[in-house]
């Protein structure tokens, strides 16, 4: 996601500055100050005692412990998708030619059949990305636009946003994301922020409707970032490693007012079929993304970056997959064509306690819960397909 990292790296040159750290305990300190003392006891009693061993009794930081596993168990490193798939969820801003060839070459490699380009902006860039994607490779990629919300504080934004978007389909747009900022960052001029569930879009969405146009879009994040940052936090380690992930209170709305601003959105367009991100945030409670699905037939989710969520409940996410076989989408986010085979190794095995291609996102390991060959093809192409009828089906097995 191009404006993403464009945040991450300015973000990572200010890390300590954020306000959070006055506000919350902040581990980078604990860290920093526990590990010199551990280190002094060591090589003190190292030096009295055995000084060739200091080595075997030094304390690992949280950081550095990188245990090994012994456990001895069949594994099935599978470097290729079983079916041809669609990656619902990936993000190339402004492609250029060479890295759309390179791109295809690395598709073929993984069976990656049709690649969704969320970031196709809106305009003269959409028009842009379509060309240099869908002009050059026209069964392999899907462009989606984004709207711009420069002009939100002129009356009339619903509809001027509306009539963009009919414009960038016509220029080859399949569909719409709604990048993270909406509801969280995103503020009217006043200062106010804009609510997820504003009512300023419903001409935006009633568009999206007219034209059956799927909505994939990002609201919230993890619930862990919005929690207070301390040695209880599940996600501590990213947090250390990108504090301005966290969502404090002193600067956000708390996460269940998120939730309930999307489900309302939801529910004011039951004729716009949205996909919510990230298992909507919900992976680590998958009774309630049930239950979610049970009350919005046109809510569905991808899996892009919450493997790991998944892989740590194989018995749950395997049962989950099969109740809602029809619910759940391909996606793997950042592109990096090395990393899908985790995906595939989850869904299309039973591997037990293997690692997880980012530790920053689970510093456990993840476990196969293998899906059906049904389940597996629904996931895999056939949910997009029947989300985004511009797709040639005929390069999928029935
Ligand atoms: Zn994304």
Known sequence: MKSWRAISVFATTVACVCSAALLWPHPARTQQASSPIAFASISASAS???????SS???PTIEEYNPK?????????I????????????????PTPEHVGQLVKEMDTINLRVLVNLSGGTGEELKKTVATMKGRYPDRFVVFANPSYDDINTSGYGQRAAERLAADVRNGA????????????????????????????????????ELKLPVLIHVAEPSAFFDPWDKNNERWQELKEFPQRARPPSKYPPFETLMAERNRLFARHPKVNFIAAHLAFHGNDL???????????NMYVDIAAVLAELGRQPYSAHDFLVKYQDRVLMGKDIYEVNEYKWYFRALE????????????????RIYGFQVPDEVLKKIYYKN?????????????PN
Not at 48 to 54: E, G, I
Request: hydrophobic share 35%; with cysteine; glycine share 6%.
């Open 57 to 59: 009794t030094q304390t």
């Open 384 to 396: 997009a397909l029947k989300l985004l009828p511009g797709i040639d089906a005929k390069a999928f």
């Open 287 to 297: 009774e309630r993304l049930g239950k979610l699905f049970d009350t919005l037939p």
């Open 48 to 54: 009295v005692q055995q000084p060739s061993s200091s």
């Open 174 to 209: 399949q569909g719409l994301k709604i990048f993270k900022n909406f509801g969280m960052d995103l503020k009217y001029a006043t200062g106010e922020r804009v609510h997820a569930d504003d009512p300023i879009f419903d001409p935006l969405f009633e568009k999206c409707a």
């Open 349 to 364: 095995t039973r591997d037990e306690y293997f690692e997880y291609y980012r530790r920053r996102h689970a510093f456990w």
């Open 79 to 94: 470097q290729r998708a079983k079916f041809p798939f669609i990656d619902i969820h990936s993000h190339h801003g402004n």
């Open 69 to 77: 596993s012994t456990l001895v168990v069949p594994e099935h490193k």
